[in-house]
Nanobody
């Protein structure tokens, strides 16, 4: 499966952005999806993940209550709605896919899209 993430940009603190992950290739519904991010000079970290049918979602503690992950299998897309953004959310955001259950670690994901940059100003 090929993934493409987009929707990043520059936003003021407290604002919102919606990231989209578009998939092509193998059936999208066969993959759990995850969003990860990497800030400058830091490692890639888990943000959120969603199960095959969207019935289960998982969030990093730092984004719980502010971010929402969702997916539309009919349109081969996944989303990350980000509200109440903070400067510390500034990072390149990546979407990733894996077979089986949704997980929360980088090494569990086999397919990665290119990142999209989110910059939150204070």
């Amino acid at each position: 499966v090929q993934l493409q993430a987009y929707g990043g940009g520059v936003v003021q603190g407290g604002g919102s952005l919606r990231l989209t992950c578009a998939a092509s290739g193998r059936p999208f519904r066969n993959y759990a999806l995850g969003w990860f991010r990497q800030a400058p000079e830091k490692g890639r970290e888990f943000v959120a993940s969603i199960s095959l049918n969207g019935g289960a979602t998982y969030y990093a503690e730092s984004v719980e209550g502010r971010f929402t992950i969702s997916r539309d299998n009919a349109k081969n897309t996944a989303f990350l709605q980000m509200n109440s953004l903070k400067p510390e959310d500034t990072a390149v955001y990546y979407c990733a896919a894996k077979s089986g259950l949704a997980r929360t670690t980088v090494r569990d994901y086999d397919y990665w899209g290119q990142g999209t940059l989110v910059t939150v100003s204070s």
